[in-house]
């Protein structure tokens, strides 16, 4: 991957009813390019929205690709990757950190009806986790837009140590500190740290 490519990373911190969300463009080589937050509603159904609004508030037209962490931030406000994919007309890549016998249970134990069955259908239309081995560590990648080979790329190229990508890294770390910032109330003595 050439060093100024430009990969857009999602992650959020959850609050009691919101989540922040950070949108993080970072260069291949690690330089971090712009940030940009917004916020989705915890145990809610706007996290794809807010995803999109992310990348259109952004207005970055040389963003290659999005890696998101997961695909259920802010307590199962699950993500349609390909509504994703739809609006920002970019291959998008879910990476998810540990092995998971996966959300349809969880889902089934705290939501019913109509509900459960919005996040049932969001969820079950998702592609399946493959795994990614990156610096000796495993990640789980799903990916629409892109194959699986070079979904593994991606996340690789933007992997400079450890498992977690540099986009995603930075965007929650971001994420931490504005949530922490909005929950404080007031500016200045909150940080986060990676």
Do not use: Q
């Not at 910032?181 to 007031?186: I, K, L, N, S, V």
């Amino acid at each position: 991957m050439k060093p100024g490519a430009r990969t857009l990373g999602v992650a959020a911190s959850d609050g009691v009813d919101r989540s922040v969300l950070c949108g993080a463009l970072v260069r291949a080589d690690r330089v971090v390019d712009g940030l940009v937050f917004g916020a989705c509603t915890v145990g809610g159904t706007d996290a794809t929205d807010a995803v999109g609004d992310l990348f259109r508030d952004l207005d970055r037209e040389d963003v290659r690709h999005l890696l998101i962490a997961g695909v259920a931030p802010a307590w199962f406000n699950v993500v349609d990757l390909r509504e994703v994919r739809e609006a920002t007309g970019r291959p998008v890549v879910s990476v998810s950190f540990e092995p998971s016998p996966g959300l349809e249970s969880a889902l089934r134990e705290h939501f019913s009806g109509a509900d459960l069955d919005r996040r049932l259908a969001t969820y079950r239309s998702l592609p399946p986790r493959r795994r990614v081995e990156v610096n000796g560590e495993t990640v789980f990648a799903r990916a629409v837009g892109v194959g699986d080979g070079e979904a593994a790329r991606i996340v690789r190229a933007y992997t400079p140590e450890g498992g977690r990508p540099e986009p995603l890294r930075v965007a929650r770390m971001a994420a931490r500190a504005a949530r922490r910032w909005a929950d404080a109330g007031r500016p200045g003595d909150r940080r986060a740290d990676g």
